[in-house]
């Protein structure tokens, strides 16, 4: 009798502390996230999923990481101009170049997508991809960001990183499906989120395999996209590297809209959640209500229409960053 | 004495009873295999690869199962055209349609590149990845091969199987990269070969995401080429959806030449192999002597040359299928 009691206090005090998700406050999202988990993995539940067919995908830039002021791709891709343009100067008078050497933010600010798509081929192209981990790697050791002043791979959203914990301890492989360049994100990915290179699906451009001097096989990055990883080309893109339907997509854009859709069309227990960024004091806020950015009045009407579960970033998470004080 | 020799027997027969290879013949192929296993995975080993770095791929047609007389998706295709005609009559007195339907085999064996891509377009697009996935599931089981009158999917080898089981047993991912439909080897790869679909490399076709009439999110197959995943196509398919280099490859074909290339240029192990076709009793005989085929004079040189394992199946294998007696 004692032993039993002893037994359940033991037993609870042990289930109590280990709150997987911690940085999170009571309330329906989290509630959603830990009974979809329950649902699809217990044993005897109606909804159980098969452990091999479990996937759960993840945008990143605004769901997992801060995506504000700029995506940090595209800051890499602008560091990168001086070193491209040393290798070939005669980019030095030729624009967008000329304005990015500058340093005239401004100027930048009013980039167009074809000046933007320039800056993108000549700095994640023409290199091997060995050559690019590199270059990624580095930057990546000291660049910071001008608000937090802290390394960008710190600045991962500590309440998704124990979703991505879940997910994995209960059996779900976690892929990210980013409208980023699935080979800038695979430099990190491993090492921040422990999301493996093979299980990352992002826009990719396409690759060369030729020889070098010395008659060693190379793949070289050329500039041509395979996969445009953003809206319909989430689903596809899903489907070209994973071949299943996710049982669990996070998104926070109109750019996930639709691989939440293909996510929900699937049968049995599908979980759909959006990242709201309603923090200004901690993070930002672009959205609802903003007229720019990612969210949008419409995103949050179809959120509503379509049951998707909002997070509120503000009211759900206790703290946003590792670094927070909390 | 007596004890020394009965622990002797015992232990030949249980090390007999867990030869991970039991289908092979000892010599250099299989010594080559075993040792690479080994050497990347033991503890200590000056060459121990980390385990999330551990990616073995293989090619499918003529490396784990028979590609003769005709690649199984080629005979598939064929069969589907009578399916396709009845949903579009028209067809039925167009070429290549019309040779298919005539049932002139040797016509069909005339069909130029142009027409086989007609007719693959024809029977591999136009459906929902749900759709294809389930005629190609019941195309599987009933359609049989002509000279063995098995199941196709039950003409894999049996050593090459095993060559599998014994990479994921330590520790290694295995994946196929095949010149094949991705689609079409996903359906089969996890039942058949334990390849789960989001391990299966292959030459892809583009889908288009959309909504049925009831606005149920769906992905189109549509006839667009995205990757041609032979030659070439191998490792900038394997960049494309695994992000890492292999440290083994299997092949059997020039189509394969430039994945072992692409792996051999690694450093630390690199284990290299190439199946010969040599074994026209059991199986095919169609290299490197021969004139036609996927193996050649020429594959053979570049093999020695590179210090690349060739496999006999007549030497190598004391079985080549499951059904084999022996």
New interface residues.
């Given amino acids: 009798m004692l032993a039993a009691f002893l037994f359940l206090l033991v037993f609870s005090q042990a289930y109590a502390q280990t709150d997987p998700l911690p940085s999170w406050n009571d309330g329906p999202a989290k509630k959603a996230i830990v009974e979809f988990v329950k649902t699809t993995t217990e044993k005897g539940s109606p909804k159980f999923v098969a452990p091999?067919a479990r996937?759960a995908t993840f945008d990143q830039d605004g769901t997992t990481w801060v995506e504000q002021p700029m995506y940090t791709q595209v800051v890499y891709c602008l560091e990168r101009v001086p070193a491209v343009v040393e290798k070939k100067p005669d980019l030095k008078n030729v624009e967008p170049f000329k304005t990015v050497l500058s340093g005239n933010r401004a100027a930048m600010a009013k980039f167009t997508v074809p000046d933007l798509m320039m800056i993108l081929a000549a700095t994640l192209s023409g290199m091997t991809?060995d050559e690019f981990n590199a270059e990624v790697k580095k930057w990546l050791a000291s660049a910071k960001h001008p608000r937090f002043k802290q390394l960008y791979t710190e600045l991962t959203y500590q309440p998704m990183l124990e979703v991505m914990k879940l997910f994995r301890a209960s059996g779900y492989?976690t892929y990210f499906v980013t409208g980023g360049g699935?080979?800038f994100v695979?430099v990190y990915s491993?090492q921040v989120y422990g999301i493996?290179?093979?299980q990352?699906v992002g826009s990719?451009g396409?690759?060369?395999?030729?020889y070098d001097k010395t008659g060693?096989?190379?793949?070289t990055k050329v500039p041509k996209l395979?996969?445009n990883d953003d809206s319909?080309?989430k689903?596809?893109g899903i489907?070209?590297?994973?071949?299943?339907r996710p049982y669990a997509a996070f998104g926070n854009s109109i750019g996930d809209e639709?691989m939440l859709?293909?996510t929900?069309?699937g049968d049995g227990a599908r979980l759909m959640m959006l990242v709201h960024h309603d923090d200004d004091k901690r993070e930002y806020a672009y959205g609802a209500k903003s007229k720019v950015g990612t969210f949008s009045d419409a995103l949050m009407a179809e959120a509503k229409k379509k049951s998707w579960n909002v997070i509120s970033m503000k009211n759900d998470w206790k703290r946003i960053f590792a670094f927070d004080n909390k």
Avoid: M, N, S
Avoid at 206 to 210: C, Q
């Fill in positions: 091999e996937i991809v492989k699935q080979d695979r491993e493996p290179p093979e990352v990719a396409a690759t060369h395999f030729g060693k096989a190379i793949l395979l996969l319909a080309g689903p596809e489907h070209l590297v994973i071949g299943r639709q859709e293909y929900q069309a």
